[in-house]
């Protein structure tokens, strides 16, 4: 059974940083590709971030130079750093087994985070 499990997510005053996380396990997690998706209610889905098997990452337009997305295959997890938090990247964060994807569609999510970027 495929299971992640998001965890690091708090509040955080705009200007500061996070690291998050999530655990992997019930497949072969070196050999897939991850990605990180974010929902606000009044946005929808966004998916903020992937990385690829061999690490190469990719990210939107809106958090591109800011976020930064790392695995650790020895430890079945994939991190999601963001720097410069802003108001607007407050969000439900979730990880999600697949490449990037525009339209969010993929096959296994996590519970999700939740990051709040406030003063």
């Known amino acids: 059974e495929v299971q992640l499990a998001e965890s690091g997510g708090g509040l955080v005053q705009p200007g500061g940083s996070l690291r998050i996380s999530c655990v992997a396990s019930?497949?072969?997690?070196?050999?897939?590709?991850m990605s990180w998706v974010r929902q606000d209610p009044g946005k929808g889905l966004e998916c903020v971030s992937a990385i690829n098997t061999v690490g190469d990452a990719r990210y939107a337009d809106s958090v591109k130079g800011r976020f930064t997305v790392s695995r650790d295959n020895a430890r079945n997890t994939v991190y999601l750093q963001m720097n410069n938090l802003k108001p607007e990247d407050t969000a439900v964060y979730y990880c999600a087994t697949g490449p990037y994807s525009d339209h969010a569609d993929f096959a296994f999510w996590g519970q999700g985070t939740q990051v709040i970027v406030s003063s």
């Open positions: 019930g497949f072969p997690f070196s050999d897939w590709a």
